[in-house]
DNA sequence: ACACAATTTTGCATGTCGTGCATTTTTGCA
DNA sequence: TGCAAAAATGCACGACATGCAAAATTGTGT
């Protein structure tokens, strides 16, 4: 109940519908008044009357009280798998991952105003900010599971059987549809997130003299690049 | 009180001393009795008891319960920085960060029973282990800062004046010693603590297979390549 | 249209968490 | 040793978080 499946991400059921749209707007009337009162100022309670329902179905949806600052969108994560494994089978996971990320970042674009106030409530408050970051992160394991079944799929395509890396994607052993991701996938995905984390950090502080597509393109560039030294 | 200014990392008065003894054993207890009962069923009383102290002191040390159980040690990035920026002037960031890192985790080992505890606790509690990635995040604005500093020593080092790319290590403007972090730096610290982290996690599923430095040494080759596509 | 099963919401009771404040104890220093 | 600063403690109180059972709502088959 508490984990969202991924399944109902695209959510054709009544009652599915009905569950997330509450769960937006707990989490809406959160950031709300958060943005306003202080996140510490504001109670259960409050949250539970501005979206309402009762507090006990507030503890129904989320675990926590910050939980409801924490997180913004809880499908997008699977959104971005969705698209990186519509990508062209060609294209180097790098680049697919990047373009998916791009998509949904410019989605993202059209709740600026909620997001911008969301953005303010994590500065003020350190320790929601932390709880952020982990939240980011614990996507992660979903993005590298996608990410190694697309190099699997992208390789029996070319020619099947051969000596193989001894690490590659994934691990030798696996039962075709959801193995333990393998290194190279476990970190492209937690580079890519820490890529859109940064991106966005950087941005932020500086939303007037660079567009956020220049800097999100330029970190995708020092990453492909190897992170050189900076150029003098 | 709560927040570690890194001064007291080397820690010569016997208050400070005193101090961080205190707040390590409350962590240890609280590991420690987490990893036998279960990390929900420890009461903020039971770890203040463990640790011979009141719980009010625990509140003094910890913003919240939980808190006691993300960090293992709080001075560890602190001394992460004091190699970082230790290291001969010509070697890469990159690399230089990576020795940094590397000699901060074989200093770890010397705690190892403890850290697999801690480990254990966190893989049983995903509700921890997120706090746990975010806590880990936390530090790298600090690290940032010591990228930038290091960025900026090498440069006048070589040759001072010169047309310098739009935003490399710091932006241009700067007092010169606490300028706010550019992007490279920014993104190589954060991509320096995604890669710990993501070698420690591989390897803890694999903890046989291959040494902890192999996997260390191949998460830093693949991020100095730029992360390609896997050979097959 | 209607009833029924499944799911969700809700109120209540209970225990723990977390903080402010005044007081007592400890520590560093002259 | 005496004194000022810092830390530890006890207490009180409001908010958080969960289990449980009753009430309300929804989807489905007839």
Known sequence: MHFMTGKD???GGLRERKKRATRAALAEAAVRL???HGADQVTVEAISAAAGVSVRTFF???DSRDDAFVVVDA???ERVRQAFLAAPP?????EALRDALAAELREAERQHELWSLHARVLRSAPHLLVRNLGAQMADESGLAEAIARRIRAGDDSDDAGRASEPDAGAPPEGDAGRAAPGLYARLL???AGTAVRVSVQHW???PDEVSYADVFREVFDLLAA?????AR
Request: proline share 14%.
């Open 34 to 36: 958060a943005a306003e």
């Open 189 to 191: 995905a937690a580079v």
């Open 204 to 206: 932020c502080e500086r």
């Open 60 to 62: 129904n949806y989320f």
């Open 9 to 11: 991400a695209v959510g």
């Open 75 to 77: 499908d997008a994560s």
């Open 90 to 94: 060609e294209l180097p996971p790098l």
């Open 226 to 230: 190897g992170l050189p030294a900076p």
